[in-house]
C-alpha cells in the first residue's frame, strides 16, 4: 500500500525570536500543531507517516491530544543539540523506505495545496529529492522539500561519521549540480508561501501569544 511520509522541524532553540516558535500561536492555533494538522490535510486519504523532530524539554508530547496518538517523536538527543537539522532529516529517512516530506515550525504561510503539489511533483521523480524555490532571483528553501531515499546513504553517511553537517543550502546546491536534486520554483500568485519568522518583528503583534498564555 502507498505510503507517505513526513518530518516537522520543531525543536529549534528560537534564540533570535526569544520564545519557542513551536508553540507561538498563528490565528489562535500553536504553530507547531498548524503545521501537524497541514501535514495531514496534504496527505489526503493516503496513509502518513508523521514525525515531529523537537527537543523532549518543550513537551510537545505532553500537549498531543487524542488526534496526535500517530506521531512518531524523534527526540534531539542532549549531545546533538547543535547539530541542526539535517541530522534530524537523516533520523527521519532511516525510518522509512521512502522519501520525507520536510517542513520547518517557522512558516505560517504554508497550505496544504502547496504540500500536495509538492509530493506530488516528487513522486513522478522519485530518484531526486525535490526543493521549493521563489523569489527572483529563485532562492530554495531546504525546509520545504521532500528528500528521496537516495539521500539516505549521504546523510547517515554524515551522521555516522560524527563530523560537521554542511549547511542546507551548500548541499541542495550540490545535488542540483550533479542531478541529484530538482527545484520547483513558485510562480507569483504563491510568493510568500515560504516566508519564515525568526525575529519578533516578523510576528503580525495580534499573532503574538503562545500556546499556555493568555
Not at 497541514?38 to 488526534?67: F, I, K, T, W, Y
Not at 500517530?70 to 527521519?92: C, H, I, M, N, Y
Not at 509530493?119 to 531526486?128: I, K, L, M, N
Request: glycine share 8%.
Amino acid at each position: 500500500m502507498k505510503q507517505r511520509a513526513a518530518l516537522l522541524l520543531a525543536g529549534g532553540v528560537s534564540r533570535r525570536m526569544g520564545r519557542d516558535k513551536a508553540l507561538l500561536k498563528w490565528r489562535g492555533e500553536p504553530m507547531w500543531r498548524r503545521q501537524v494538522r497541514l501535514l495531514r490535510e496534504a496527505a489526503e486519504d493516503v496513509p502518513l507517516h508523521l514525525m515531529v523532530g523537537c527537543r523532549e524539554a518543550q513537551n510537545l508530547h505532553r500537549m498531543s491530544g487524542s488526534d496526535d496518538v500517530e506521531v512518531e517523536w524523534l527526540f534531539d538527543p542532549v549531545s546533538e543539540a547543535e547539530t541542526g537539522p539535517l541530522a534530524v532529516v537523516a533520523r527521519a529517512l532511516s525510518r522509512t523506505s521512502g522519501g520525507v516530506l520536510v517542513i520547518a515550525v517557522d512558516m505560517p504561510n504554508l497550505d496544504a495545496e502547496l504540500l500536495r503539489a509538492l509530493w506530488a511533483r516528487a513522486e513522478q521523480d522519485p530518484d531526486r529529492s525535490w526543493v521549493v524555490a521563489e523569489g527572483s532571483p529563485a532562492q530554495v528553501e531546504p525546509l520545504c522539500a521532500v528528500y528521496s531515499a537516495g539521500a539516505r546513504r549521504e546523510l547517515m553517511g554524515y551522521a555516522a561519521g560524527g563530523g560537521r553537517w554542511p549547511a542546507l543550502r551548500q548541499i541542495w546546491t550540490r545535488w542540483m549540480a550533479e542531478g541529484k536534486a530538482a527545484t520547483w520554483e513558485l510562480d507569483a500568485a504563491s510568493a510568500g508561501k515560504l516566508r519564515n519568522c525568526n525575529l519578533p518583528e516578523d510576528w503580525p503583534e495580534d499573532e503574538a501569544s503562545s500556546e499556555g498564555e493568555t
